[in-house]
């Protein structure tokens, strides 16, 4: 194959990574728990070349985390190649949508293909993506994921066939690109939160009640732990030094209706990431009921709808 197509779905996590360890390169300080969406792609194409080079959305850029990607996959096979690659989103790029966890998931399923001309391993295909993005880890496995502290590569939990009644509304508070990396954002949490510490000692203990109401479809027992994790995040991104706050007024709008729509009865949970969207959690058949009370109160948003989905596949392509 000389040029090979790989398609992958963002990662979005219930129990959140945010914080590296020391001594590796993006190995989680917390444990994290997601589910792959099926609903929302990145397809990659990428072909030997005369140079590395990247076009992300029709658009060429020198993209310093790509760049540095391909060299680690080079260090790691010993291959001498160097590589063009073509990206598509379809769906808001680095804004908070985890694009980066099914664009490294994607590029690294590619270059497996090109270097080995084979099937991949998925935990050693997990490890070369988590050098790209950390949470990319998680995308190379379909349905819910985990991703243990301190450990390399994801593991698959179950199939997306596990609960397939499940549906996440991605609401697009803001479409432009995030003022503040994950990278970064996780540098100065870790560099100057007081907070920061208590986070990590917290969080294996959501994971744990999180894999537990998992494993018996406790729907809002875990929705439950998933709210204290994204809270818990953003408490201890907001005791760091300068402050890093992602939230807008409208993520805080819909914070406060999911509360009130669980107050009359939905069973919606939500969460949010390095960025100001807010995704909900519900089941199949409320989802149209949760539509409509978005529509009422918060008036016209735009939102993609997601459900749980395959891991990484690539295709050949002429
Ligand atoms: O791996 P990154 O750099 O895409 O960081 C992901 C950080 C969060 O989305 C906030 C949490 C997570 O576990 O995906």
């Known amino acids: 194959m000389d040029r090979v197509r790989a398609i992958a779905h963002p990662s979005l996590a219930l129990i959140k990574y945010w914080g590296k360890a020391e001594g590796g390169i993006n190995l989680p300080a917390v444990p994290s728990l997601a589910l792959t969406l ?123 066939e596990f609960w397939p009644e499940v549906r996440v509304v991605l609401f697009v508070v803001n479409a432009g690109p995030k003022p503040l990396g994950s990278r970064e954002g996780m540098g100065l949490t870790r560099d100057s939160s007081p907070f920061y510490s208590a986070w990590v000692a917290d969080a294996p203990g959501l994971f744990d009640a999180a894999l537990d109401r998992l494993a018996s479809q406790d729907w809002d027992g875990l929705g439950a732990v998933m709210r204290r994790s994204y809270l818990r995040m953003f408490a201890t991104m907001l005791g760091a030094d300068p402050p890093v706050v992602y939230w807008l007024p409208a993520s805080v709008r819909l914070i406060h209706l999911a509360q009130r729509l669980r107050d009359e009865g939905l069973r919606v949970w939500e969460t949010m990431d390095a960025g100001p969207q807010v995704k909900y959690f519900c089941l199949e058949d409320q989802l149209e009921a949760v539509l409509k009370a978005v529509r009422d109160t918060v008036g016209p948003l735009e939102f993609r709808i997601a459900r749980p989905g395959e891991g990484v596949r690539v295709e050949p392509c002429d």
């Open 38 to 160: 099926g609903g929302l792609s990145t397809v990659t194409t990428a072909r030997l070349a005369d140079r590395d080079g990247m076009v992300l959305d029709g658009v060429e850029r020198t993209d310093t985390k790509v760049l540095a990607f391909l060299d680690h996959i080079r260090t790691r096979t010993g291959s001498t190649a160097r590589f063009w690659i073509e990206s598509v989103n379809d769906f808001p790029t680095a804004a908070g949508l985890a694009s980066s966890a099914s664009g490294f998931a994607a590029l690294a399923a590619a270059l497996w293909a090109l270097i080995y001309q084979d099937e991949p391993d998925p935990g050693e295909l997990s490890e070369w993506a988590r050098l790209g993005s950390g949470s990319a880890c998680r995308s190379i496995f379909g349905g819910w994921t985990a991703w243990r502290a301190r450990s390399p590569r994801a593991e698959p939990l179950w199939p997306p």
